[in-house]
């Protein structure tokens, strides 16, 4: 622990509260200790997903079958799926990194409601055990694929109900962390911490806050109308009794597209943070960032047509969809230009946490421009439902919610656990899990473009070659992802004592000791006019 | 190293409290908007079917249960009025006018239904399957569905209601702190509205 003055406080991890042990973790409404259940949860799922995703890139190795069947294969996706959206990637930066240093970055001692915080979590932990449940009871795993579609959803034999109550038990969790984070930062800035003087990463967690609470409902009321047409036939689904599966659909991207921007709004906002630190120069175009999360956490909410364009809809729709689908890249690629002329001219220091967010832009900007050729309508049509989506799909999930959350864990870590990680290990580790992740992903557009289908166990045989590169990449990766995990671990006990400020960040949880004290400030910090320039 | 002592977060801020139940209520309002959606797009498709099938429900129920609901309204807000001038007695009765309607819309809600099923309507039947066309099946959903959604959401408010009355007694809520009150009343203004809309949709307009 930094000692830093005499009145020491204690630091939130050895403080003993009512609770002591494990108890004093899941009973504390510390938005720190919080923080870091979120943190362990999802690290636990994200290992069981990746383990899953690793057995795909397995079983494609070879045509036909390698490890497991059709049937088998079409589970795993479906759960390698529902584990990485609902379980990581929508909770992920927000509920980690947003619950352990958006009070601080705003100078609040807590949320604005600290027990419904941890309700939060406990939802989220009631939702991922409803999930494993469907997963190892009952008549079969799940192989309807994430999205749930209509009518299979209802038709299939296997255990899709607990999975469904499941997503929308994490659903709420989330809602509930949205109007928190919503709520506390409406209330809880510290004096003279205006609306613009707030750190991007609090304004991306503003932007997603609202997203999650605007547009979660739509799709917990859709899993419900599944659930519901599942066991009592309602028929609002079911073309049989006069429903429309279609409907179904848009209902379901009227949540899941926006839930891609509650996913890389906040992964942007840690970029945010971490570039202007490693170039040591402000950001630039502060307000044309807040303005492009802004805008396209509202232009994301009239754009989830683009994902139906051969599921049937008018050509005015389609064309309506595919132009809002284009607009949404340009506040995108406004935040690149941003991120890109903070670095011009300033003075770069390569450190782990600047490495992740440089190839966070490279891997974004692929994952953005192959977006606009799934955008354009022509196009889509011919890629629709191939390799080509997946890979597109996973540099924008994967490259660039992962990569910010690994970015944004070795910026925090020492913060977080007033502990430095080993930076060879770290460095080694990055450019392990880059090369993997490259060579994972890049032969699917190819292998999309020449025709190869998403979501089957099978393939011809012209497919091989880049089948077998992709599988020899996720091999890499998974390598490059032990080294980082182990370092992490491994540092958390056996790390260098870390300083308040080991990196010179300007934002106010650099302020505060490395690990922060129980209640994170002494006395709430006072921003002064001077201050402005800075964040 | 002595421990500091942890100050309970204690600090009362009504206006965040009740930012956070418009929020509550913004999700809500989008719950039900998915649905209203689904309801609209069939109604625009099946216009015929859902006349006729609006016919079937019974309008005086609908309407006694709306004025039950706008009176329940109006009493929860009289508490609140009350609650400021420290007349507990009051506002403990007016909580429990607002909970006996709301059980009475229940008991009226269960003899509707009750009759919709004596006559073979409810989802999945097979009387529906043969003599219902596609349009009144999924009108019939929809009712169920919805209405049953709202009726679960009149439960929750009802044990809100019952849990801020016994923090009223324990004086946790007093005429300076009322915030959870309030919210208790925004909540059931939220259940009332939401069936000023189911309302004329399923029982008026046929």
């Not at chain 1, 490890?67 to 992920?92: E, L, Q, R, S």
């Not at chain 1, 967010?357 to 191939?386: E, R």
């Amino acid at each position: 622990m930094q000692t830093t003055n005499a009145n020491e406080e204690v630091n939130y991890l050895e403080y003993k509260g009512k609770y002591s042990g494990i108890w004093g973790w899941i009973f504390s409404t510390d938005h720190k200790r919080i923080g870091l259940l979120y943190l362990y949860s999802i690290a636990i799922m994200f290992v069981v997903g990746a383990f899953l995703g690793l057995a795909m890139k397995l079983e494609l190795i070879a045509p036909g079958k390698t490890i497991m069947n059709a049937a088998t294969y079409n589970a795993t996706f479906t759960v390698h799926g529902v584990i990485m959206i609902f379980m990581i990637v929508i909770p992920g930066l927000p509920a980690v990194f947003g619950n352990f240093l958006m009070p601080i970055m705003i100078g609040a001692k807590d949320v604005a409601f600290p027990k419904l915080n941890l309700l939060s979590w406990w939802l989220y932990v009631a939702g991922v055990l409803l999930i494993l449940t469907a997963l190892l009871f009952g008549p079969g795993v799940p192989d309807t694929g994430w999205t749930f579609y209509a009518p299979y959803s209802f038709k299939t034999g296997t255990n899709l109900l607990p999975a469904i109550f499941g997503a929308f038990v994490l659903g709420f969790s989330s809602i509930l962390t949205g109007l928190n984070f919503l709520v506390t930062i409406h209330r809880l800035r510290a004096p003279g911490m205006k609306w613009l003087k707030l750190p991007l990463f609090v304004w991306t967690l503003y932007g997603t806050a609202w997203i999650q609470l605007l547009a979660t409902p739509v799709v917990g009321i859709t899993l419900v109308l599944v659930s519901l047409e599942r066991v009592f036939g309602i028929g609002v689904f079911d073309p049989v009794l006069g429903g429309d599966p279609v409907l179904y659909q848009h209902l379901f991207w009227i949540y899941s597209h926006p839930a891609v921007y509650i996913m890389i709004l906040p992964a942007m906002g840690a970029i945010s943070e971490i570039i202007p630190t490693f170039a040591q120069k402000g950001i630039f175009g502060y307000k044309a960032l807040i303005i492009s999360t802004m805008a396209i956490a509202f232009v994301g909410y009239l754009v989830w047509g683009h994902h139906m364009y051969t599921a049937g809809m008018s050509g005015t729709a389609q064309y309506y969809f595919s132009l809002l689908t284009f607009f949404v890249a340009i506040p995108s690629a406004i935040k690149v230009f941003n991120w890109i002329s903070t670095m011009y001219k300033g003075s770069i220091k390569l450190d782990t946490p600047f490495y992740w967010a440089a190839s966070f832009i490279f891997v974004f900007m692929i994952g953005g421009l192959t977006g606009l050729v799934l955008g354009a309508l022509a196009t889509n049509i011919y890629v629709h439902d191939t390799a080509f989506v997946v890979a597109h799909f996973h540099f924008i999930v994967f490259g660039g919610v992962g990569f910010s959350f690994f970015g944004a864990i070795h910026y925090w870590y020492p913060k977080i656990f007033g502990k430095m990680y080993d930076k060879y290990w770290a460095n080694v580790g990055w450019i392990v899990f880059f090369i993997g992740f490259m060579t994972l992903y890049t032969p699917m557009f190819y292998l999309g473009m020449q025709g190869m289908p998403r979501r089957y166990y099978d393939y011809l045989e012209e497919f091989h070659g880049g089948n077998i590169l992709s599988t020899f990449g996720s091999w890499i990766m998974i390598t490059g992802l032990v080294i980082i995990i182990t370092n992490l671990i491994r540092s958390a006990r056996k790390g260098e004592k870390a300083g308040i400020n080991p990196w010179g960040g300007k934002t106010l949880e650099w302020r505060v000791p490395s690990p922060p004290p129980l209640e994170n400030w002494d006395e709430i910090p006072v921003i002064g006019e001077e201050e402005s320039k800075y964040f | 190293m002595e421990q500091t002592k942890h100050v309970e977060h204690d600090h009362y801020d009504p206006e965040a409290s009740k930012i956070g139940m418009w929020l509550f209520i913004f999700t809500e309002l989008l719950l039900f908007g998915g649905l209203f959606i689904i309801y609209s797009v069939y109604r625009y498709l099946n216009p015929d079917a859902f006349h006729l099938a609006a016919e079937e429900l019974d309008t005086f129920i609908g309407a006694v249960n709306t004025v039950i609901l706008l009176v329940s309204s109006m009493t929860i807000a009289m508490s609140t009025t009350a609650i400021q001038k420290q007349n507990y007695r009051l506002t403990q009765w007016l909580l429990a006018i607002t909970v006996i309607l709301a059980f009475v819309f229940l008991v009226n809600k269960y003899f509707e239904w009750g009759a919709k099923f004596s006559h073979g309507i409810y989802p999945g039947s097979e009387h529906m399957l043969e003599a219902f066309s596609q349009g009144e099946i999924l009108f019939f959903g929809l009712y169920f569905v919805m209405t049953g959604l709202h009726a679960l959401h009149i439960v929750i408010g009802m044990v809100f209601i019952i849990w801020v009355m016994f923090y009223i007694k324990k004086r946790k809520v007093h005429h300076n702190r009322f915030a959870l009150l309030e919210n208790s009343g925004l909540y059931w203004h939220l259940v009332d509205a939401i069936w000023i809309f189911l309302f004329p949709l399923f029982y008026l307009i046929s």
